[in-house]
């Protein structure tokens, strides 16, 4: 049974004496009282248990009760289903002393209670009534009548039987005691209000009771107690004790009640006002058809209609709205489903399904624009311009093509009206600005969004219905606040795209970029197909390794390289300068920047491949200069100067040639040229050696191209050392320690391999490196030089840097033409068969030794002794 007793049980005992002439008040007044003997009337299975007066017996039958808690001078009924408590009750019926001792288990969950499972503390009952169900079971009515402990078992097999030790109640009788006893009957009382189905006669009976310890034992009888509680109740000695636990938990219990009760009150006020809402509408429509007018649904209805007529949608489109109206229709505005459909219909006829802006196809025009707002970038105007051509040429010859057998007219192969272009470059290079100046150029709506970070498949084709609060991905949602269906579509930081449990959203983008595939992008939310062929789609990106194959195949990439010092300082002059002026409120003649100034900006305070930096230190400078003229100290216009350069930023950031010829200055230092996601950069290994025994140690926290090639560096060395003019045995009695500064950044592939082989040649040679000297390339074991990547950025980076000479591999000798000319004019190429030829450009000579001077003999002079 459960731990938690209800009416339930009082009902049973009423269904018991239903069929006799006993009433129950007996019980609960007098319950030692019983009925004695049988008759002929009893119903079949059942059996009247004669009463014989008999003391308590030292050993008694133990029957273990789950979830169950038996109190003196109370009646219960019981279920018995276990063989062994079958046989155990025969065998107690059939004996003269129908007693049996009650004892709950601990845990209820067991199915057979052993004597440790159980409590220590329970109660003689007598049983009175027996009924045998067809089902095999037993019910019982057993009546408690007082507390025993138990002591040793006795017997276990097959059922349990152990010596007992009754416990005396201790009844105090004062005031204190009979105004508990009344608290508790009035705590009762007020539970069985808040208990409909609590029957009347059992509260009666309890009021009317006046000894304390039977008010504690016929209460918590009827009463919601947990097991261990109602436990701790029986094991109380005191009646007052045991009065103020009960107080306790009938306190809590009508707590418990009285909030349920407000609960449910509130939500039955809430149903009766949408009942209320509902027949009120109803009403409202039955007067408005009287009265010959529209309700409100039917002209929302209406405005719908008209909608989907003005939307243009096409033939699904159009179906799915129009059923979707139906059903809307038929449907009251109280309903949850009403307000599904209207969001739905609401993104039907909002979305730009026939909605487009005309091309400027004026090429012209076209790369007016893009000359103003970005300087260079030749590669992506000159794409924009092909695009444009195209497009135009396209729409001349259209009609010519279609009087000639309608050749543009192919299921399969149709033409493809958009272009999904993808911008690779350093920060700071323009890739978002552009998209908005090709938008410009084109005369075609802007949009953009951000992936950075967006790990759920559902931002790009949006929630299906069926979820509470779903909406259309962010795909159509932009497209619905441009209000186009051809706008210039940035898709930005496509590269830093995640996946997560809730799916991979760079495989919903290929259905979006694949142009085979986007004329019929289909959104969850929205279950119909829309044209997304027309949209310029442009995303940007700093690094090509983390976008999926699939996904960078089905874009046409551009590369967009870092800036030469020229060109950062055209940009400043052309587009930073103008407006930092007009952001911090300065007029063209207050500030003006020499050349010489925004070269020690470009040289000393910035080192990046963009030009971000380089705004933020413009900007800096005009804040300086605001300041003293909110002061009162401006007079005419502030020239900027390298001198107040130097006075408005402070001391210089970067000094890259000095630290090269610090770092080169000594034997075992190379500096070498790598590609990082945000441009080029300068990097320089480190190599020295101690007394041991041919160890190797790599640090800077290398990956596993990166430490292969430095083994590949050493073992060509040991290989050439007679041929490099380095002894034999350079490394038998030595450690080698390899080292790449900046530790705490990652560093890996194969393109140092020329690098880290010139630093051991110039550590075991003593030739220090050449400071002017940047150098790349991979090596094989043989000494051959293998091309790389990256190769206009890392020149770059030198020309950055200072360097004067950049040793390249031979076969990187085409990339040349992709560089700037003012870096071409100003830098020596060197290209590497092998890493010979980089040893001998990049190693100082060998200083010559010096002669050595014989010394004349002195002339001996005679001393001679005083």
């Not at 963009?610 to 413009?618: D, K, T």
């Not at 220090?768 to 790389?788: F, W």
């Amino acid at each position: 049974m459960p731990a938690s007793r209800w009416n339930s049980d009082f009902m049973e005992l009423l269904s018991w004496f239903s069929e006799e002439d006993t009433n129950i008040d007996d019980f609960l007044l007098h319950p030692i009282v019983t009925r004695v003997g049988g008759d002929d009337e009893s119903p079949e299975g059942e059996i009247d248990i004669p009463q014989e007066s008999d003391q308590t017996p030292d050993v008694l039958p133990i029957l273990p009760l789950r979830g169950l808690v038996v109190y003196p001078e109370t009646a219960v009924p019981l279920t018995i289903g276990q063989p062994r408590s079958i046989r155990l009750i025969d065998d107690v019926v059939s004996e003269d002393n129908r007693l049996i001792g009650l004892v709950a288990s601990r845990q209820p969950e067991l199915e057979s209670p052993g004597p440790d499972d159980l409590f220590s503390v329970g109660c003689v009952a007598t049983v009175h009534r027996l009924l045998r169900a067809p089902d095999g079971t037993i019910r019982l009515l057993v009546q408690g009548m007082s507390r025993f402990r138990l002591g040793e078992f006795v017997q276990t097999d097959p059922y349990l039987k152990a010596q007992i030790e009754l416990i005396p109640e201790i009844e105090e009788e004062d005031l204190a005691v009979e105004a508990m006893a009344r608290n508790a009957r009035d705590q009762f009382e007020r539970i069985a209000n808040m208990i409909p189905s609590l029957p009347r006669e059992l509260v009666e009976s309890v009021l009317l009771l006046d000894d304390p310890l039977q008010t504690v034992y016929t209460i918590a009888n009827f009463q919601r107690i947990e097991l261990e509680q109602a436990q701790e109740l029986l094991e109380l000695v005191s009646v007052s004790e045991k009065l103020q636990k009960l107080i306790a938990l009938l306190a809590h219990e009508a707590e418990v009640l009285e909030i349920g009760q407000k609960i449910q009150k509130e939500a039955r006020s809430e149903i009766e006002k949408v009942q209320r809402e509902y027949f009120l509408r109803e009403q409202l429509k039955a007067i408005q058809r009287e009265l010959g007018e529209s309700d409100e649904q039917a002209a929302e209805v209406d405005e719908f209609r008209a909608k989907i007529d003005e939307a243009k949608m096409p033939e699904e489109a159009d179906k799915q709205a129009r059923r979707e109206l139906d059903r809307m229709s038929r449907l009251p505005t109280a309903a949850a489903e009403y307000g599904v459909i209207r969001t739905y219909l609401d993104w039907l006829v909002t979305l730009p399904w026939s909605v487009s802006t005309e091309d400027n196809l004026d090429i012209a025009h076209a790369r007016e624009v893009l000359d103003e707002d970005h300087f260079g970038l030749e590669d992506i105007k000159e794409r924009i311009l092909e695009f444009l051509a195209v497009r135009k040429l396209r729409k001349e010859r259209l009609e010519e093509f279609a009087a000639e057998d309608d050749q543009y007219d192919d299921e399969i192969r149709r033409l493809r009206e958009g272009v999904i272009l993808c911008f690779v470059g350093p920060p700071g290079v323009g890739k978002t600005s552009l998209g908005r100046s090709i938008a410009r150029s084109l005369g075609r709506e802007f949009i953009r969004i951000s992936l950075g970070g967006v790990r759920d498949e559902a931002e790009i084709r949006g929630h299906r219905r069926t979820y509470i609060g779903a909406l259309p991905g962010r795909i159509l949602q932009a497209l619905r606040r441009v209000a186009s269906h051809n706008p210039v579509f940035m898709l930005d930081e496509i590269d830093k795209l995640s996946q997560g449990f809730q799916g991979d959203p760079a495989s919903a983008l290929l259905e979006v970029l694949d142009p085979e595939q986007n004329v019929e992008f289909r959104d969850h939310y929205l279950e119909v197909a829309f044209d997304l062929s027309e949209v310029m789609f442009i995303t940007t990106a700093n690094r090509l390794d983390t976008i999926p194959r699939p996904l960078l195949d089905r874009m046409e990439v551009i590369q967009l390289s870092g800036y030469t010092e020229g060109e950062k300082k055209e940009i400043a002059k052309g587009y930073l300068i103008p407006r930092q002026l007009r952001e911090n409120s300065l007029r063209e003649n207050e500030v003006s920047f020499t050349d010489e100034a925004l070269e020690e900006i470009i040289r000393f305070y910035t080192r990046e491949a963009g030009v971000r930096n380089l705004e933020r230190e413009i900007g800096a400078v005009c804040r300086k200069v605001v300041t003293r003229i909110a002061e009162g100290q401006g007079d005419g216009t502030v020239e900027i100067t390298p001198e107040r350069i130097h006075e408005f930023l402070g001391r210089q950031k970067f000094r890259d040639m000095e630290e090269i010829a610090e770092r080169t200055s000594l034997p075992g230092v190379a500096t070498g040229l790598a590609w990082t996601p945000t441009g080029g950069d300068v990097l320089f290994i480190e190599a020295t050696r101690m007394p041991g025994g041919k160890g190797f140690q790599l640090t800077g926290s290398l990956g596993n191209v990166m430490k292969e090639s430095a083994k590949a560096a050493l073992s060509f060395v040991r290989s050439r050392a007679t041929k490099l003019g380095l002894e034999e045995d350079f490394f038998s009695d030595a450690d080698f320690h390899l080292h790449i500064p900046a530790g705490s950044q990652p560093k890996d592939g194969p393109s140092a391999g020329v690098t880290m082989a010139t630093a051991l040649v110039s550590l075991v040679s003593g030739r220090p490196v050449r400071p002017d000297v940047g150098m790349t390339g991979e090596i094989t074991l043989r000494g051959k030089v293998m091309p790389v990547g990256g190769i206009k950025e890392k020149v770059l980076a030198a020309h950055r840097a200072g360097l004067k000479t950049v040793l390249l591999p031979k076969r990187n000798e085409d990339e040349l033409e992709d560089l700037p000319e003012e870096v071409r004019k100003v830098t020596e190429f060197v290209f590497l068969d092998n890493v010979d030829d980089a040893i001998e450009v990049a190693l100082e000579p060998m200083p010559k030794p010096k002669k050595k001077r014989t010394k004349k003999a002195a002339p001996v002079k005679e001393v001679q002794e005083q």
